[in-house]
C-alpha cells in the first residue's frame, strides 16, 4: 500500500508570493495534518482536518491555510511568503475520529521542502 | 500546553555500543509515540506508549513509559550505523483529534 504521499518534493519561491502544497493520505485515512519543521526543531501542528472540516488550528498567522478534500487528500496554502517560512512541511494521515485511536498513529510523508528567497 | 524536553540534544556512539534517549513532559503523557527522522525526511514511526510502565521493543530499540506518565526512555542495544538519524518523542492528548507536541529530536550519530 502507497505512504502519504507529498507533492512537490522542493520547491523555491521568492518572499511576499504564494504556494500551495500538496498532500494524499494512506488509503482508507480521513485525518490528515499538516506541521513544520524548521531546521533543528521538531515538527510544529499547524492544522489538522477530519471528514473535511477543520479539527485544530496551531499558533500559525491567517497566512497559512488548508482544505481537505472529499477524497480525504488536503492542500495547505500560504500566502505572501516570509524568509521564515523556509521549512520542511510535512504531512500526517491517521484513521482519526472522536474517540481515542490507541492505533492510530500519525504516518508521516517525506515533505516538502520549502526555501523562500 | 504540553512541552516536550528531549536529552541529550546530540549523541555520538561507536557501532556496538548502547544507548538512551530520555523524553520528559511538561503534564501527564496520555499517548507517548516515538518516531525516527533520516534527515530531511519524513518521520517514521517507532513505537506508542499509553499505560505507566509500559515497555514495548521491535528489533534493538526498546522504549519504556515510568509509572507516572511523565518520562519515557528509548534504549537501543548494540548500536548499528542503519540507527542514526534524528529521533523524536511525540505527545497526543486523550483523543484521536489531539494534534501531537513534539520534542526537538535527538540526533545520533554512530561511528564504525
Known amino acids: 500500500d502507497a505512504g502519504v504521499t507529498q507533492s512537490p518534493t522542493h520547491l523555491i519561491k521568492t518572499r511576499g508570493q504564494h504556494v500551495t502544497l500538496r498532500c494524499s493520505p494512506i488509503?482508507?485515512?480521513?485525518?490528515v495534518s499538516w506541521y513544520q519543521q524548521v531546521l533543528g526543531q521538531g515538527p510544529q501542528f499547524i492544522f489538522q482536518y477530519y471528514e473535511k472540516e477543520e479539527r485544530g488550528r496551531g499558533n500559525f498567522p491567517d497566512r497559512f491555510s488548508a482544505r481537505q478534500f472529499p477524497n480525504y487528500s488536503s492542500e495547505l496554502n500560504v500566502n505572501a511568503l516570509l524568509l521564515g517560512d523556509s521549512a520542511l512541511y510535512l504531512c500526517?494521515?491517521?484513521?482519526?475520529?472522536?474517540?481515542?485511536?490507541?492505533?492510530?498513529?500519525?504516518?508521516f510523508g517525506n515533505g516538502t521542502r520549502l526555501t523562500v528567497t | 500546553s504540553q512541552e516536550l524536553e528531549q536529552s541529550p540534544q546530540s549523541l555520538i556512539v561507536q557501532e556496538g555500543k548502547n544507548l538512551t534517549i530520555n523524553c520528559t513532559s511538561s503534564?501527564?503523557?496520555?499517548?507517548l509515540y516515538w518516531y525516527k527522522q533520516k534527515y530531511g525526511e519524513g518521520l517514521i514511526f517507532l513505537m506508542m506508549l499509553q499505560k505507566g510502565g509500559e515497555e514495548k521493543s521491535h528489533e534493538k530499540i526498546t522504549a519504556k513509559l515510568d509509572e507516572k506518565k511523565q518520562q519515557s526512555s528509548l534504549h537501543i542495544t548494540a548500536s548499528q550505523p542503519s540507527h542514526a538519524g534524528i529521533y523524536l518523542c511525540?505527545?497526543?492528548?486523550?483523543?484521536?483529534?489531539?494534534?501531537?507536541?513534539f520534542g526537538k529530536g535527538t540526533r545520533l550519530s554512530v561511528i564504525a
Open positions: 500526517a494521515s491517521s484513521l482519526g475520529g472522536t474517540v481515542p485511536r490507541v492505533n492510530s498513529p500519525l504516518h
Open positions: 511525540g505527545a497526543g492528548g486523550n483523543s484521536g483529534n489531539t494534534p501531537l507536541v
Open positions: 503534564k501527564t503523557l496520555y499517548g
Open positions: 488509503s482508507g485515512h480521513k485525518s
